[in-house]
């Protein structure tokens, strides 16, 4: 792997985060609970910033100490979801997407930290 944009859960991460960006931006109701909204995208977007700095560390040990804060982002972000839901923000459909997507990405990045503990090799710092 070259760049953190081929992992498969940054991906899916970005994808999530625009998505939820777009929905959060065109929902009147989230305009007067900006704290919120703002959380909601932070979390978001922490989820892929973290994959991308822990790939950037070069070495698997910090890159799974990286992917471990993103995943507990998606739980974050997935609380953020209810929290919406509750308040009448987000409808029953868009609330079980948004987790569905959450949980599906959560479940990449413990797929790519099991990988990762059980590889042999330390990372690709060590290359340079």
Do not use: H
């Amino acid at each position: 792997m070259k760049s953190f944009e081929e992992i498969k859960s940054w991906q899916e991460a970005r994808n999530f985060c625009n998505e939820l960006f777009l929905l959060l931006k065109n929902k009147k109701s989230f305009n007067s609970d900006y704290g919120l909204k703002d959380q909601m995208l932070r979390s978001s977007g922490s989820i892929m910033d973290n994959i991308a700095e822990g790939f950037g560390r070069g070495g698997n040990k910090e890159f799974v100490q990286y992917l471990f804060i993103a995943r507990a982002s998606c739980y974050e972000t997935k609380s953020q979801l209810y929290r919406a839901f509750d308040r009448g923000y987000l409808n029953k459909e868009e609330k079980e997407s948004f987790i569905n997507r959450i949980e599906l990405i959560a479940k990449l990045i413990s797929g790519l930290i099991k990988y990762l503990q059980g590889s042999k090799s330390t990372g690709y710092k060590d290359m340079y």
